[in-house]
């Protein structure tokens, strides 16, 4: 967003957004607007704006772009719930920024993506990570 500043606050615990500067009403001169984020006011602004973006004409790609470097989340924590929507398998994935992101998966596609993660997970690849979750 141009003109628009984020940077972590100097005591760590939150983010410091900063609008270019606005006419204010009652001041002498346009003024920048600072606000101080903590994660909870993040976390409810990141999913407001995602229901919002949901209903912009403009859709997110439906094909991935793999042409440049991807950034990926090194061993998420996952759950699999089968039971929440009938004939769906719910899987939920951690970002560490977004939080648990759940994708309703029929189970056609569940069955695809497992058979094709067990394919790849019989090809030799590096040491395992030690999970911290």
Do not use: C
Not at 42 to 55: E, F, K, P, T, W
Not at 95 to 117: D, E, K, Q, V, Y
């Amino acid at each position: 967003m141009p003109g628009v500043k984020f940077e972590l606050a100097d005591h760590g615990w939150a983010v410091k957004m900063t609008l270019p500067a606005a006419v204010v009403p009652g001041a002498a001169a346009p003024a920048a607007i600072k606000v101080e984020l903590d994660a909870e006011a993040i976390d409810a602004l990141l999913r407001d704006l995602g229901r919002l973006r949901q209903q912009l004409p403009v859709e997110q790609p439906r094909e991935l772009d793999t042409s440049g470097l991807m950034y990926g989340v090194l061993d998420p924590a996952w759950r699999l719930n089968r039971e929440v929507m009938a004939g769906y398998a719910i899987l939920s994935l951690r970002h560490p920024g977004f939080g648990w992101l759940s994708f309703a998966l029929p189970h056609l596609w569940a069955n695809t993506i497992g058979r094709m993660l067990v394919a790849q997970g019989q090809e030799p690849g590096p040491a395992v990570p030690e999970r911290k979750n």
